[in-house]
């Protein structure tokens, strides 16, 4: 009998500013098995490249999802305002990687927060230092605060879950 591989990504959450918060390794197993389902059919729903409404229950929830042969970006937005930025890299193209993170990074360091609080002339620079995959990149927008900011973080983790493992190609 073989036993079964654990499911496992990385999380690289950076703060608005461009720091690096740290990098952690979650268990799909963690997780729930219902939002996990639920991640995988909105992007079996939406292919590769969606925006809109999440279903019920997530009505007021944005997502906004491109995937490109291999990696993919995400930004979820409560009633409109973006929340967090995604990057998904599952590690198959690191060329297409890379390519994707330079233009996320280019998109993300002209938001005005950014551009406001940074604090180097490069912030999120350490995106390309981080091997670990497959690995979930998030920017926390900051700009919803309690129930909601954690509902959306989860929704993200989930998401990220339902991308690396389980849309149909082994993964």
């Not at 009998?1 to 500013?17: E, G, L, N, R, T």
């Not at 997780?31 to 995988?40: A, Q």
């Not at 938001?111 to 609080?117: E, P, Q």
């Amino acid at each position: 009998m073989s036993k079964a591989i654990a499911q496992v990504f990385h999380a690289a959450p950076f703060a608005f500013d461009g720091e690096l918060l740290g990098v952690g390794a979650w268990q799909v197993s963690a997780l729930s098995p219902r939002w996990v389902e639920f991640g995988r059919e909105v992007l079996r729903t939406g292919g590769s490249a969606f925006h809109g409404p999440l279903p019920s229950p997530f009505e007021r929830v944005g997502l906004c999802f491109t995937s490109v042969s291999g990696p993919a970006l995400a930004t979820f937005s409560l009633d409109g305002v973006p929340v967090a930025s995604s990057a998904y890299l599952r590690g198959d193209d690191l060329t297409a990687e890379r390519q994707l993170l330079e233009m996320f990074l280019e998109s993300v360091r002209r938001v005005d927060i950014v551009r406001k609080t940074q604090r180097t002339s490069q912030p999120f620079v350490e995106v390309f230092s981080i091997a670990e995959r497959p690995l979930h990149v998030v920017i926390s927008w900051g700009v919803s605060e309690g129930d909601d900011g954690s509902m959306i973080a989860e929704l993200g983790t989930h998401f990220a879950a339902a991308f690396f493992y389980g849309r149909g190609n082994g993964q």
